[in-house]
């Protein structure tokens, strides 16, 4: 690999815009090509444009592929990129079920190519923070948990205006938004052995559930709630787009929406982040990418390593159909 690896992307549109910020300060990485259905999109996203993914790739030869695209197309895409040995990142939601989500994982194991998803929510700095104070013991032992997150942007005749196709999803909170939360859950307490779930949808005009709460069991006898709606905006509003709390022994770890974290009354590490997208986990996703790649060490949503999320998810909603608990591990590739 050369000194700064070189990217292509494909899908330009509003998340895609925003990790070509973000890889636009990352030192060692710069992209290259971008391909999308609008070329005019594509040619204002790098130096070289494409409408077509294999052409690109044939000719750029980049280091990596960046997927941003609807996960529809994202098996065909790693396949493309398996075939010429480029590695990928590549978006949530991993894909459209779990047999397309395992194959992606195997077509980039057969070819010996690295593949890592993009679920930036555990790189939110605060985040990072809690599991730090957690492994220092700062709450005791974690006894049970609560993360939330919301956004108003749900509801009336045109909703979710930046991403409007999420009308048409007929799986949409879990499958798109509270995934974010469980993988954090699984990033702060270990691997979920247990998924209950409830969900409803107040916006008639969706094809999916706009609203979830989750009941998730981990070892040891911890149980946490994953809540999500796209009802409300956070009060106060700010960049966690949420709030969080960890209950220990006899203290709490509480996570604000303005990313402040605190154990107890005391605030534990505040939050100065004030560039890129929520506390910059973007721009820190794609930086852990690019050092894995250097080091040739293991990425942390690695594509077999994320199917224990995406294996969470398809609980969630085996357990809606069920009315019961249901264990992910029913789930293996």
């Known amino acids: ?51 077509d993914a294999a052409r690109m790739l044939d000719e750029v030869k980049p ?5 941003a695209t609807r996960p529809d197309s994202h098996l065909p895409l790693v396949r493309l990129a398996a075939e010429r040995g480029v590695a990928v990142i590549c978006q949530k939601p991993m894909a459209p079920d779990w047999q ?7 077509t980039a194991e057969q070819a010996g190519v690295r593949l890592m998803i993009h679920e930036n929510w555990r790189w939110q700095p605060w985040y990072r923070q809690a599991r730090r104070l957690i492994e220092e013991g700062a709450v005791g032992r974690p006894l049970f948990y609560r993360l939330e997150m919301r956004q108003g942007d749900g509801l009336g005749p045109k909703p979710y205006p930046k991403q409007p196709y999420f009308v048409e999803m007929p799986r949409l909170i879990i499958y798109e938004a509270v995934v974010h939360p469980i993988d954090t859950a699984r990033f702060l307490f270990g691997e979920i052995e247990g998924v209950f779930a409830r969900a409803r949808k107040a916006n008639p005009i969706i094809a999916g559930e706009d609203g979830a709460l989750l009941i998730l069991s981990h070892a040891q006898g ?14 106060p509003p700010g960049p966690a787009m949420g709030w969080a709390q960890i209950d220990g022994e ?14 107890g009354e005391r605030l534990a590490w505040r939050n100065t ?47 809606l159909e069920r009315g019961c608990l249901v264990d992910p591990r029913e789930w293996s590739a």
């Open 63 to 67: 280091d990596f592929l960046d997927i």
């Open 222 to 235: 911890l149980h946490g709630s994953v809540e999500g709606n796209r009802y409300v905006d956070p009060i």
């Open 1 to 51: 690999m050369s000194e700064k690896l070189r990217g292509a992307i494909v899908g330009c549109g509003y998340f895609g815009g925003i990790q070509l910020e973000a890889w636009s300060r990352i030192p060692d990485a710069e992209i290259v090509a971008a391909c999308d259905l609008d070329l005019a999109r594509a040619k204002a996203a790098a130096p070289h444009a494409y409408t």
């Open 273 to 319: 982040v004030s560039e890129g997208y929520r506390g910059d986990c973007v721009r820190a996703t794609q930086q852990h990418f690019i050092d894995c790649l250097r080091e040739g060490k293991p990425f942390e949503t690695g594509g077999r390593e994320y199917l224990k999320t995406f294996a969470a998810v398809e609980a969630a909603y085996a357990s």
């Open 250 to 263: 006899g203290v709490c770890l509480r996570i604000s929406p303005s990313g402040d974290v605190y154990v």
């Open 100 to 106: 397309q989500a395992v194959e992606m994982v195997r």
